[in-house]
């Protein structure tokens, strides 16, 4: 139930991407398209304002965007693995927040949430004279609305990074980029 609804908050689709190459060329052509990780330095060695990064193996694929000089700690992040289906190749995976950050942040949210409602309702039950603990008890929503307007202002500010990445994984697996639509879908 979590999952769930940490996907509907981080907007967490799934994707897949059906390979016009075999497996071993799959790796190859996404790992060159894909810089290696430099400790957020790769936009400035590259001498571009954003670089999509990332690690390419066939169990795992992690990609992600770079900019110069801004961490974004809820950017999009496409987490895949390569499975071969009868001959077939095909790039299974979704995008998600930054290393699971996103479950902790909205956790801590929750918890702060949950312990300002129970500490504000306990001392109502032991006398509900004060008003301003009635609106307490109110209150108590407020960090989570907070940190899911922060999750949310986090990942629009990272919106075209999707749009970096599937390109980048559209360019690298398929011939023409004008199959890309057929070849590429949301599940």
Same mark, same amino acid.
């Given at each position: 139930m =979590? !999952?769930?609804?940490?996907?509907?908050?981080?907007?967490?689709?799934?994707?897949?991407?059906e390979?016009?190459?075999?497996?071993d060329?799959?790796?190859?052509?996404?790992?060159a398209q894909?810089k290696?990780?430099?400790?957020?330095?790769?936009?400035?060695?590259?001498?571009?304002?954003?670089?999509?990064?990332?690690k390419?193996?066939?169990?795992h #694929?992690?990609?992600?965007?770079?900019?110069?000089?801004?961490?974004?700690?809820f950017?999009? #992040?496409? =987490?895949g693995?390569?499975?071969?289906?009868?001959?077939?190749?095909i790039?299974? %995976?979704?995008?998600v %927040?930054?290393?699971?950050? #996103?479950?902790?942040?909205?956790?801590a %949210?929750?918890?702060m949430?949950?312990?300002? *409602?129970?500490?504000?309702? +306990?001392?109502?039950?032991?006398?509900?004279?004060?008003?301003? +603990?009635?609106?307490?008890?109110?209150?108590?929503? +407020?960090?989570? #609305?907070?940190?899911?307007g922060?999750? !949310?202002?986090?990942?629009?500010?990272?919106?075209?990074?999707?749009?970096?990445?599937?390109?980048?994984?559209?360019?690298?697996?398929?011939?023409s980029?004008? *199959?890309?639509?057929?070849?590429?879908?949301?599940?």
């Open positions: =979590l !999952r769930s609804f940490i996907d509907f908050v981080c907007a967490n689709e799934p994707l897949a991407f390979s016009d190459f075999g497996l060329e799959s790796l190859r052509r996404l790992t894909i290696p990780p430099l400790l957020e330095f790769r936009p400035l060695i590259s001498v571009r304002a954003t670089v999509v990064v990332g390419v193996a066939e169990e #694929v992690s990609l992600w965007c770079e900019r110069l000089l801004v961490r974004n700690g950017r999009p #992040v496409f =987490l693995r390569f499975q071969t289906f009868d001959k077939r190749v790039l299974i %995976g979704k995008m %927040g930054m290393n699971g950050l #996103v479950h902790l942040v909205v956790g %949210g929750l918890a949430s949950l312990f300002f *409602t129970t500490a504000t309702l +306990l001392e109502l039950m032991k006398g509900p004279g004060d008003p301003a +603990l009635w609106l307490m008890s109110f209150a108590g929503v +407020l960090p989570v #609305v907070f940190v899911l922060m999750v !949310r202002l986090g990942r629009w500010l990272s919106s075209g990074d999707e749009d970096w990445i599937l390109t980048a994984i559209r360019s690298a697996l398929l011939k980029t004008r *199959t890309s639509d057929a070849r590429s879908r949301r599940l």
